[in-house]
């Protein structure tokens, strides 16, 4: 096609649908969606030589770089940054920082030394090189985690590192181009690209911040309306990243991945929910959308004269891949110390998975095209095709039959008797709904009753499996874990109705389930249990700093928080007690699993009672505003959910709807931050 902007359309619209029908495959054949998405590239780029279709609009050298680099990455990056639990993060920098930034420098050095010495290679492409391959890309090793269940922290630190790993990689090439471009000598090149690498940091830091604070505090004010907000964050994911790399040359990856941190960090926004979910559901999506065009577009650029080039150094290449992760995760992760402060250190088994789930992916291969038109013969790209693809189809397909050979896809009996019971109580949901069709037309066919004693037969199934499983494998340990990670469940779904009705604003949210999956998190991967805290976000040390200042409004502002915490957690501690003792009488629990599991659920339902107390008694004022506040939030939420069932029956057309939510919400009386 002549016009390149059709071509480019065209050819995207053609992959998004290709990937659309891979995805099934992906799920159907449990082969890592990315990798699928890379063998399809490649067979898509091959089809190109006997049909005439528009993938060169894509794959063209200056086109590929422009739009991994300026539109894909920025994408992924803030997607990433933005959904990331900002406490963890915190948490696990330490370990986080040893892997993305001196972690990577090692790495690189392996790299570079390896090629150098055994390939007779200059020492400059081997350098280059090394620095270009030592970016990973988590995709493929955090579907298999999710699937595997790890615990939150581990996927938290792939993540982690991949995120500002990438940044260092793009900062250290371009310093590295510069300084072999002008023939600087080596101790000069150290010296002046230590320097350039700070300033790129730090001014891509200030950069992201300023806009991240820029957009969180226009979030707040144009809060209702779900439009401004997509834009707003569109904005500021491209603003943060346009501005730092080509207004003021510092890095714009860590600018974009700043600006995402800082609306993480206020996660969940003060906005209305829906707004939120809105949000949410647009960054999944492009997210989505990015990731498959960077691995189609992957395949699409490999070429069986590019893989042939490159394997006269690939085994050299990738042994010093495979030698530099293993020192990374083996070497340097144990002495960064223990993950969110855990007696226990990274177990070997998932030490493994991270070893070999260091794939390499589209930044390598946008450095290496854009390097290649520098260095002029190509042979670079050729080489970084051959040890990116290695990564991806190699390890990629590998990883899963590495967890299973490490037993970490055979759920403890724990899991699988909460799996089961699961299963047993959506079974029992089918038999009720269907219940309700015995005095409808539906009965006479025979369909519900055929169909009510399929479930009988797979509850019954269920059931069995579930008494052996209690009786011969879980034993009272396994069973006093089980109960409490399943009050904890239910806290975890109260507290959020709490919110969802807006009984329970934010920031108190988040801190409590906070608190709540982190005990979920001890229990399911053998953890100690920390501390449970009513409001673990502000330290204890600052607490009682301020609450021994003779300024009566901070203390007032902490006893508000607590207030609304202690209440919300009485209540949901309540409720997990009920149900429990319900569920122990059908189970016929043994005595001491009941006492102890209904004892520390007491114990957590008195803190938050005395809580409650105290606050009245010190407080009145601050305990008779935020009840109102309550009772408030519990009136306009109730009017909000009318208003927009009324627009879904057609009652109100969406206009008129959103004039009446939007009065509703300027009236709205907030509680202190």
């Known amino acids: ?34 990798v699928l998405l890379v063998v399809v590239g490649m067979g898509l780029g091959l089809t190109s030589t006997h049909w005439e279709v528009p993938w060169s609009a894509l794959t063209e050298s200056s086109v590929f770089i422009e739009l991994i680099m300026v539109i894909l990455l920025p994408t992924l990056v803030f997607e990433t940054a933005a959904s990331l639990d900002t406490d963890r993060l915190l948490d696990n920098y330490k370990a986080i920082l040893y892997l993305a930034v001196p972690g990577l420098l090692i790495s690189a050095g392996i790299i570079t030394l390896v090629v150098g010495l055994l390939t007779g290679l200059d020492w400059g492409f081997a350098l280059l090189l090394g620095i270009i391959l030592s970016a990973t890309d988590p995709a493929a090793v955090i579907a298999e985690f999710r699937r595997l269940g790890t615990p939150r922290d581990l996927n938290l630190l792939v993540e982690g590192e991949s995120l500002f790993n990438d940044a260092t990689t793009i900062v250290l090439t371009k310093i590295v181009v510069v300084a072999l471009g002008a023939g600087i000598a080596w101790q000069q090149m150290v010296f002046d690209g230590a320097v350039q690498f700070l300033v790129a940091m730090i001014g891509g830091i200030v950069n992201g911040w300023i806009f991240g604070r820029l957009a969180y505090w226009l979030l707040v004010r144009l809060r209702s309306d779900p439009f401004v907000g997509i834009t707003l964050t569109l904005l500021l994911a491209y603003g943060s990243y346009l501005s730092a790399e080509y207004l003021f040359h510092t890095s714009g990856i860590i600018s974009t991945a700043v600006a995402g941190l800082v609306l993480a960090k206020e996660r969940p926004l003060p906005i209305p929910h829906r707004v939120e979910q809105y949000l949410g559901s647009l960054w999944s999506f492009l997210s989505y959308v990015a990731t498959i065009l960077i691995f189609l577009m992957v395949g699409l650029i490999t070429k069986p004269e590019l893989l042939l080039d490159g394997l006269d150094v690939a085994a050299v290449v990738i042994l010093g891949m495979l030698l530099s992760r293993g020192v990374m995760i083996y070497g340097l992760l144990p002495a960064a110390g223990h993950l969110r402060r855990h007696p226990r250190k990274v177990r070997m088994a998932y030490r493994h998975i991270l070893n070999w789930g260091g794939l390499r992916g589209a930044v390598t291969l946008a450095l290496a095209m ?77 369909a519900p009753a055929a169909y009510e004693k399929s479930l009988d037969e797979e509850m019954t ?99 508000a928080q607590d207030y609304l915490s202690a209440w919300a957690r009485r209540l949901s501690s309540g409720h997990a007690m009920k149900t429990l003792e319900s569920l122990m009488e059908l189970d016929q629990t043994s005595t001491a ?74 009236g709205q009386k907030h509680p202190e931050k």
């Open 1 to 34: 096609m002549d016009n390149p902007f059709v071509s480019a359309t065209l050819s995207l619209m053609i992959l998004l649908l290709i990937a659309a029908l891979v995805k099934p495959v992906a799920e159907r054949s449990r082969v890592p969606f990315p």
């Open 370 to 446: 854009g390097l290649s038109g520098m260095i002029g013969d190509g042979h670079l790209l050729s080489v970084a095709l051959v040890a990116v693809l290695f990564t991806i189809i190699v390890q990629g397909l590998s990883i899963g039959r590495l967890a299973h050979s490490l037993k970490l896809d055979i759920p403890e009996a724990p899991e699988r008797i909460s799996q089961a019971e699961s299963w047993l109580s959506a079974k029992k949901s089918a038999k009720r709904q269907l219940a309700d069709l015995a005095d409808t037309p539906f009965a006479h066919t025979g």
């Open 461 to 559: 199934g269920l059931q069995i499996q579930l008494s052996h499983w209690r009786s011969e494998e879980e034993g009272p340990v396994g069973e006093w874990q089980r109960f409490l990670l399943r009050g904890l469940s239910l806290e975890v779904t109260y507290i959020y109705k709490l919110f969802d009705q807006g009984l329970l604003p934010p920031k108190n949210y988040i801190q409590l389930r906070r608190s709540l999956t982190d005990q979920i998190e001890a229990l399911r991967h053998d953890y100690p249990r920390p501390e449970f805290e009513l409001l673990k976000g502000i330290p204890a040390f600052w607490r009682r700093i301020v609450a021994s200042l003779p300024i009566a409004s901070p203390r007032e502002k902490f006893a």
């Open 593 to 666: 699993v009941r006492q102890d599991v209904l004892k520390i659920y007491l114990g957590w339902h008195e803190e938050a009672k005395k809580k409650i107390a105290t606050i009245e008694e010190l407080f009145p004022g601050v305990a008779d505003g935020q009840q109102r506040y309550m009772v408030q939030q519990l009136s306009l939420t109730a009017q909000i959910q009318n208003i927009e069932q009324q627009t879904k029956s057609g009652l109100l057309n969406e206009g008129e709807a959103e004039q009446m939510i939007h009065q509703l919400l300027a």
